[in-house]
């Protein structure tokens, strides 16, 4: 059985730093590419917050570009996001996403809220 488990969530102070961290079990992780998007309640659209591909090359959305940071653990199967920085804005449901060919899967999501 997939399955993705983001945890990390929280709340943070503005200029604040979080680390995010999505476990996957059931595939061959190595293999996938990940991403990881954000939706805010006020939006029906998710976000695109940035991409790591299976042979390690990143990505990132405009509005996180210098401040977060994706990576990846293949012996632990686990997908990572450092956000440093962080603003208001930033608040939302993050999820990971794993895709490979027509394969995809996706995360329940954990919250962050930055906010004083």
């Known amino acids: 059985q997939v399955q993705l488990v983001e945890s990390g969530g929280g709340l943070v102070q503005p200029g604040g730093s979080l680390r995010l961290s999505c476990k996957a079990s059931?595939?061959?992780?190595?293999?996938?590419?990940m991403d990881w998007y954000r939706q805010n309640p006020g939006k029906q659209q998710r976000e695109f917050v940035a991409t790591i591909t299976s042979g390690g090359s990143t990505n990132y959305g405009d509005s996180v570009k210098g401040r977060f940071t994706i990576s990846r653990d293949n012996a632990l199967n686990t997908l990572y996001l450092q956000m440093n920085s962080l603003k208001p804005e930033d608040t939302a449901v993050y999820y990971c996403?794993?895709?490979?060919?027509?394969?995809?899967?996706w995360g329940q999501g954990t919250q962050v809220t930055v906010s004083s």
């Open positions: 059931g595939i061959a992780f190595s293999s996938y590419h």
């Open positions: 996403q794993a895709h490979r060919f027509l394969d995809n899967c």
